[in-house]
Nanobody
Framework: QVQLVESGGGLVQPGGSLRLSCAASGTPFSSYVMGWYRQAPGKERELVAQISRTGTTNYADSVKGRFTISRDNTKKTMYLQMNSLKPEDTAVYYC????????WGQGTQVTVSS
């Protein structure tokens, strides 16, 4: 059974940085495109970044130039480096497989506030 565990969230001031991690187990992680999603209060969950098996990346316009997605297939772990954070980045962040969603993990809360 696939398990996804997100970590690294927290409270940060506007302009600050955070690095999120997603640890996967029970799956051939390296075989899949993986993505980071977020869900803000009262809003639908959205895909903000994705990365192919070989490292090709795509970003939502709202985070382009500020967020960087990466992965370490040997560790079955994916990362999201978030810089220049804005209050509108406040959300619970999740990782998953865009092509066919697995069960969601618990997510990690990111709060950007002064």
């Amino acid at each position: 059974q696939v398990q996804l565990v997100e970590s690294g969230g927290g409270l940060v001031q506007p302009g600050g940085s955070l690095r999120l991690s997603c640890a996967a187990s029970g799956t051939p992680f390296s075989s899949y495109v993986m993505g980071w999603y977020r869900q803000a209060p009262g809003k639908e969950r959205e895909l903000v970044a994705q990365i192919s098996r070989t490292g090709t990346t795509n970003y939502a316009d709202s985070v382009k130039g500020r967020f960087t997605i990466s992965r370490d297939n040997t560790k079955k772990t994916m990362y999201l480096q978030m810089n220049s954070l804005k209050p509108e980045d406040t959300a619970v962040y999740y990782c998953n497989r865009p092509s066919a969603i697995w069960a969601w993990g618990q997510g990690t809360q990111v709060t950007v506030s002064s």
